[in-house]
């Protein structure tokens, strides 16, 4: 099979087949680059998984604008390395100082400290860690000795320092203790400034955006495409989500009919799916005495495709209206790819957009790892609730077959929505932030090692400025390397635990209004087309009776009608949330 697609270059400036994948200025944006200065881990995994992997496809970014919350989170590691720097070359004089002065109480604290670390990173796996802190801990044992012997602590009989040495230590010790806290006081003053200068709901949208290095920006270009395309490329490790980037699956069903051609209705009667489609006639007859008229897939999809986009249109009045709803054809592609394969580009990366012609042939085909969705997303919230449906419908064997999955991206962190009550800078808040960087200082013996890892990272981007040495060496070695994105920035940042009830009851009703509007769609078509709809029509009304979001979450069992009536609620409708949940912490 061969499929048509365009690369980066050709669609740098193609319009997005949903408006809304763009969402520069919503809340989420927002707190999600407010969580690159409050949540050191979160921009830290940023970073990792969707900047420093040159070959690593996207995951659709709902209800976000990537590429300002990863330009922060840049910044944010710069301001962090900066402070930590400072704390490092502070804690070095200390520590001189210490061994000079014969101080072996903190060169016992820090050889204790380090090995306690070393061997906590051994039992959590992480052995580079732990060699690292294993050493350092050797090292400062090694000084600690040279300490105890200069004061004859050791039985060498070591002079101990005069009493204007003694002295002049202290003030050595108060100077470099001022000049860290100094440094985590200035750190918390700067975030304070950016979160409430220019991350307020009136100046986001016009601030200016951080600067990133030259060797980031081809990556921030192909992110800034990708994130507007029509093709999902994820991981096939142990953890396959394929709809990676839309949250936690709310409810799961499918249906399957046979095409049979409808009776003759006599004078008087009701035809079967009437009182799902709302009205005592059919809207038309497609089918004739001579048998029903010709049906696939892609008229249903064209269909359904019409009677979503109606729920939102714009001729309505705005309160009976789904706002913020699109559809959108989205392609799902397993992320294990071989050389050549029709779904990477010359660069040997993901294609982020396949046009029309390709999606038909992924339609049409055998339905395996590469497959087709009909997506239709709505927004609220400010973009803090994401709900997504998945349409499938295939036509094989005279049967008619639908699948509906729905998904739900609730809100951010409670954490990230804080910076909504920073106050404005002055006084008092300088105080508390000086106030704060004094209990910084407990956590200073962690500085060098941030600092360490961070400068050993710019290192290696140095030497290799296109960062592309590892990833492309295990490409040419393997038969097929794992492209496929192993999570989404708006889902690290987001709270699974515990949504808001609101948001689940707006999830609720939305997919609620799309799932009827389908299988109206549906059952209206074969009606017109002059197929039996009686066995669909029951499977219809059998999902919509139950089909009832509690939590989050579906609850209800499917009901057979008819006779080979199929009709399910998917087994990870009840606990698909917190399955997921448990998916975004691993």
């Not at 210490?98 to 109480?105: D, F």
């Not at 029903?292 to 019409?306: N, V």
């Not at 609620?512 to 009304?541: C, F, K, P």
Request: charged share 15%; aromatic share 8%; proline share 5%.
């Amino acid at each position: 099979m061969s499929f048509e697609s365009v690369p980066p270059h050709v669609t740098a400036g193609a319009p997005s087949d949903d408006s809304r994948v763009r969402a520069a200025s919503t809340d989420a944006t927002r707190y999600l680059c407010a969580a690159a200065y409050l949540d050191e881990s979160f921009a830290r995994r940023v970073l990792d998984e969707v900047l420093h992997q040159p070959h690593r496809a996207v995951a659709p970014s709902y209800g976000i604008d990537l590429v300002p919350i990863v330009r922060h989170c840049l910044e944010g590691r710069r301001r962090l390395f900066v402070r930590d720097l400072v704390v490092t070359g502070a804690l070095a004089v200390l520590l001189v100082v210490a061994v000079a002065q014969g101080v072996v109480l903190a060169l016992a604290a820090l050889t204790l400290w380090l090995g306690f670390q070393g061997v906590r990173s051994l039992q959590q796996r992480s052995v580079n860690a732990a060699a690292v802190l294993l050493v350092l801990a050797g090292l400062s044992a090694l000084l600690l000795a040279g300490a105890l012997n200069r004061t004859g602590a050791l039985g060498y009989g070591g002079a101990y320092p005069s009493e204007e040495a003694g002295a002049g230590g202290v003030w050595w010790w108060i100077l470099g203790l001022l000049v860290v806290w100094g440094a985590y006081f200035s750190y918390r003053v700067s975030v304070h400034r950016i979160v409430s200068t220019q991350l307020t709901p009136s100046a986001f949208p016009s601030a200016r955006l951080p600067v990133a290095s030259p060797a980031h920006e081809q990556r921030l270009s192909y992110l800034d495409q990708a994130q507007r395309g029509n093709v999902t490329v994820y991981s096939s490790d142990w953890a396959v989500r394929p709809f990676i980037g839309s949250g936690a699956v709310m409810t799961e069903w499918n249906l399957v009919t046979p095409l049979r051609p409808a009776q003759i209705n006599l004078p008087g009667t009701t035809p079967p799916g009437a009182a799902l489609n709302g009205t005592d006639e059919p809207d038309g007859a497609g089918g004739s005495a001579a048998g029903p008229a010709a049906l696939d897939a892609h008229l249903l999809y064209e269909r359904a495709r019409q009677g979503i986009v109606a729920l939102g249109h714009p001729g309505l009045p705005p309160h009976e209206r789904i706002h913020q709803l699109s559809v959108q054809d989205r392609v799902f592609v397993a992320g294990v790819l071989p050389a050549g394969s029709p779904f990477l580009d010359e660069r040997r990366r993901p294609v982020f957009r396949l046009l029309p012609s390709a999606i038909e042939a992924v339609d049409r085909a055998e339905r395996g790892e590469v497959r087709h969705y009909q997506t239709v997303r709505m927004a609220a919230w400010r973009g803090e609730l994401e709900v997504t449906g998945f349409l499938y419908v295939a036509v094989r064997g005279g049967m008619l077959f639908v699948e509906f999955v729905a998904t739900q991206l609730p809100s951010l962190r409670p954490r990230y929505h804080a910076i909504d009550t920073y106050e404005r800078f002055n006084a008092r808040v300088g105080l508390l932030a000086g106030v704060g960087a004094i209990g910084d200082l407990v956590q200073c013996l962690g500085a060098p090692l941030s600092a360490g890892r961070w400068l050993a990272e710019t290192v290696r981007l140095g030497l290799d400025p296109s960062y592309q040495s590892r990833p492309s060496r295990e490409i040419e070695r393997q038969l097929a390397y794992d492209y496929g994105a192993r999570t989404s920035v708006r889902e690290l940042g987001t709270q699974f635990s515990a949504s808001a009830r609101f948001q689940d009851y707006d999830a609720n009703e939305r997919v609620s209004l799309v799932e009827r509007r389908i299988l109206e769609v549906v059952v209206n078509t074969l009606q017109v087309q002059g197929y039996d709809v009686s066995d669909l029509a029951g499977q219809a009304t059998t999902i919509i009776n139950n089909s009832t979001v509690v939590g989050g979450s579906i609850a209800g069992t499917g009901i057979s009608v008819g006779a080979g009536a199929h009709s399910f609620v998917g087994p990870g409708a009840r606990g698909a949330s917190s399955q997921e949940a448990r998916a975004q912490s691993t």
